[in-house]
């Protein structure tokens, strides 16, 4: 299957600063890039869909200006969390969508955000 | 909207046995398509078959088949000769196929654990 990375694989930072989360698909070309975040022992919520080239669609209750997303190229989409705080501290994952094959999505290995 | 639905919060079963890890989706959609994805305890989802709504077979992919039974809307995983590797928890996930969205809605996942 197709390889999907994400940098930094943990995180630990102070209340109020942001932080940045790389999302990048190896081998493939990713039109489409999702984050999805994971709170423990329950499942994936989508956060947001991003096109490359183009702004990002939040899912309802999901918040803008507070997780900036960028796909500036067709490899790399960025997450940043801005001015975080504790309520912020997740698991956050992004998935990629190769324009080959229409259907199926690969995951990074996630992000573990811890806010202090 | 779509609704996928895991009874199964946790299995057990004995290596080399099979397993059948259920999974239930509600849509309104005429195309769609279904996903079996693998979380281990590191938090990647690792993708493991896919079945698309007007396959007339079902989908197998070394140990993993998907048992897909339109008319209950019902996509369950199989997992034959179970390893230790497999325990981890597993996630069922559909979205509408063809064009327009790939945003994927997840299952609450089954937790399986098999026993030596």
């Known amino acids: 299957g197709a390889v999907v990375s994400q940098h930094p694989s943990r995180v630990i930072c102070k209340s109020g600063t942001s932080v940045k989360i790389e999302c990048r698909s190896l081998d493939f070309q990713a039109t489409t890039m999702f984050w999805y975040r994971q709170f423990p022992k329950q499942s994936l919520m989508l956060m947001a869909t991003s096109n490359e080239g183009s702004k990002a669609t939040y899912e309802q209750g999901v918040e803008k200006d507070k997780f900036l997303i960028n796909h500036a190229s067709l490899t790399l989409s960025t997450l940043t969390v801005t001015s975080a705080h504790p309520e912020d501290s997740s698991f956050y994952i992004c998935s990629g969508k190769d324009s080959r094959y229409l259907e199926t999505q690969y995951f990074g290995p996630g992000t573990r955000l811890l806010v202090l | 909207a779509q609704k996928i639905t895991q009874t199964q919060p946790g299995m057990f079963v004995q290596e080399k046995e099979a397993v059948t890890l259920d999974c239930t989706y509600d849509t309104s959609d005429p195309s769609y398509g279904l996903f079996w994805y693998k979380q281990p305890s590191s938090g990647e989802m690792i993708f493991l078959i896919y079945?698309?709504?007007?396959?007339?077979q079902n989908a197998t992919e070394g140990r993993y088949s998907l048992n897909f039974q339109k008319a209950r809307k019902s996509a369950n995983l199989v997992i034959s000769a179970s390893q230790l590797g497999d325990s981890a928890m597993y996630f069922c996930?559909?979205?509408?196929?063809?064009?327009?969205?790939?945003?994927?809605?997840f299952g609450k996942g089954t937790k399986l654990s098999v026993i030596p």
């Open positions: 079945q698309g709504s007007y396959d007339q």
């Open positions: 996930a559909m979205y509408p196929s063809g064009a327009g969205s790939y945003q994927l809605t």
